[in-house]
């Protein structure tokens, strides 16, 4: 756990700026007058960010075509991420000489990338470490770019990698923090940049091992770092700058009239975040409880909207149904037999199998007769999960104990998230009459153990129904819009 006492408090804010943020010269420039702006009303401004958007993407491509023989597509891709990062170093650094250190850095990210790549074409296989190493340049080309642009407008900025922040674990492309030495590390490093008035611009997403090997997140784990180093300093608040006005009643993608939520629970944000709300990565909750900070979600390309504020508690009537999740590309694999009833450890034994395949499960049921347990998986995973249960239960399916393993066809979760759910009756009731009057059918329903939701697995052809439906069902005032 991160201590939160420090000579810093009430004066510093750290600021994650998203891919999309970052994406072209414009938006970098839009977050460099974001900066500016805020760093005459804080004392202390610390920046996170994410890569240009769409980079990790491209590098962890470059890394996967070379294992499959396509050993010139990643020079292609190279000199495509060299041009966009010259452009905007081109548009935002003024001065000659700096703008030729930030490119030759650059450049020399991209060649230790296609020289990673060769290695791989050789052996024919990339560890989890060297993909971490590869899906780090991303950041690690956009905090020079950042810093230098942050300066070029007469803000004294430095960039930071967080490999000097952030100490974790060696489980690579989704490594675990180590709480206390992190703590420890980012105040070593940032405050005496901070007590020089000096803006740290820090990579988000990387961090790295004892060892020094670099390590990563997880993806969208860029948010996590900001809140990490919010929580180590600790910071007053920590705000993450995206491309929409917060945390919203739906995906503004999926849903054209999706308004934003000014203010929702740690609880209520923790389920959307777990439920497929890619606007905050789940992970980023938990330090920034711990340390009793803030937290805000708001837009790049709109930064007087307020946004949306995360708070610990709120009063019930803030919102019965406050908005709608979805997570695709699921099948339900459900396991099912009279005789299971009498078979020890039935559920350790089948979640203890698929953990060991590494898959992650969503939603789990099971039919308080004990006579099937079911449970959500990603659909690639679907076939190895059967293999692997069929093989863990062969005695208990020869002797019928368990009649068989199956899995639906592909379906997805749809969740309705609402801290007012628990002391309004009714709602499931609203909700199933609303999905069953158009004719969505319900396949297996579960209730956060918080009761702030209610996860309901519907066919993937009925998902953006189910999602239209539902969410009519959120009143602008209970919402508190
Ligand atoms: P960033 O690169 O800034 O981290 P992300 O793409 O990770 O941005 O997350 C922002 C996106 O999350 C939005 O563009 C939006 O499409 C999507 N999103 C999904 N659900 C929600 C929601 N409930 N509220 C806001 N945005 C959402
Ligand atoms: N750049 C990383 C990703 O694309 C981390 C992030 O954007 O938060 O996953
Ligand atoms: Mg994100």
Redesign the pocket.
């Known amino acids: 756990m991160i201590s939160a006492s420090n000579s810093l408090k009430n004066e510093t804010l750290v600021m994650k700026f ?4 970052v994406g072209t010269a414009e938006a970098m420039h839009q977050v460099v007058s974001i900066v500016e702006t805020e760093k005459q009303r804080w004392k202390n401004v610390v920046v996170v960010t ?1 890569a240009l ?1 769409g980079v990790t993407d491209t590098l962890l491509k470059m890394a996967s075509q070379v294992t499959t023989g396509q050993t010139t597509a990643p020079e292609e891709s190279a000199a495509e991420l060299a041009r966009r990062h010259s452009e905007i170093a081109d548009i935002l650094i003024h001065d000659k000489a700096v703008r030729q250190i930030v490119k030759t850095e650059i450049n020399d990210i991209i060649s230790q990338v296609i020289n990673l790549c060769k290695a791989i074409a050789v052996l024919g296989e990339a560890t989890p470490r060297v993909m971490d190493t590869i899906a780090s340049s991303g950041e690690r080309m956009c905090v020079r770019l950042l810093a230098a642009a942050i300066q070029s407008a007469g803000i004294p900025a430095q960039a930071v990698e967080a490999t000097r922040l952030i100490r974790t674990d060696d489980h690579y492309t989704d490594a675990h923090p180590d709480f206390a030495k992190t703590q420890q590390m980012t105040r070593a490093v940032l405050t005496p940049i901070l007590e020089k008035g000096t803006v740290p611009v820090i990579t988000g997403f990387i961090a790295a091992t004892e060892n020094g090997n670099i390590t990563t997140l997880g993806r ?1 784990g ?2 996590y770092s900001a809140a990490l180093i919010g929580a180590s300093l600790p910071a007053d608040d920590v705000w993450i ?4 006005n ?8 999926l849903v054209p009239d ?1 308004a934003t939520v000014p203010i929702c629970s740690y609880r209520e944000i923790a389920e ?1 975040a777990y439920y497929g ?3 905050l990565h789940p992970k980023t909750i938990r330090p920034v409880i711990e340390a009793g900070i803030g937290l805000r979600v708001c837009n790049t390309f709109n930064p007087e909207h307020p946004g949306t504020r995360l708070v610990s508690e709120l009063k019930a009537q803030d919102g019965v149904i406050k ?1 709608i ?1 979805t997570i695709r590309g699921l099948q339900l694999i459900t396991l099912e037999g009279r005789g299971m009833l009498g078979v020890p450890g039935v559920a350790a034994r089948t979640f203890e199998t698929v953990a060991k395949l590494g898959t992650s499960v969503p939603l789990i049921t099971q039919a308080s007769s004990e006579q099937s347990i079911c449970f959500a998986v990603p659909t690639e995973s679907t076939n190895s999960v059967i293999t692997m249960l069929t093989s863990a239960f062969a005695r208990e399916i020869e002797s019928r104990d368990i009649d068989r393993v199956w899995a639906t066809e592909e379906v997805g979760i749809v969740t309705v998230v609402g801290e007012g759910m628990r002391s309004t009756p009714g709602v499931s009731g609203r909700v199933f009459t609303a999905l069953g009057n158009n004719k969505v059918n319900v396949i297996a329903i579960a209730q956060g153990s918080s009761e702030v939701s209610i996860s309901l697995v519907v066919n993937a052809v009925h998902i953006q129904q189910a999602l239209r439906v539902l969410h009519q069902l959120i009143q602008p005032a209970e919402s508190g819009l």
């Open positions: 998203g891919g999309t943020s994410s958007s969208g860029s948010d700058y995206t491309d929409v917060g945390v919203m009643t739906a995906d503004p993608r999706a959307l709300a890619k606007v908005a999740t």
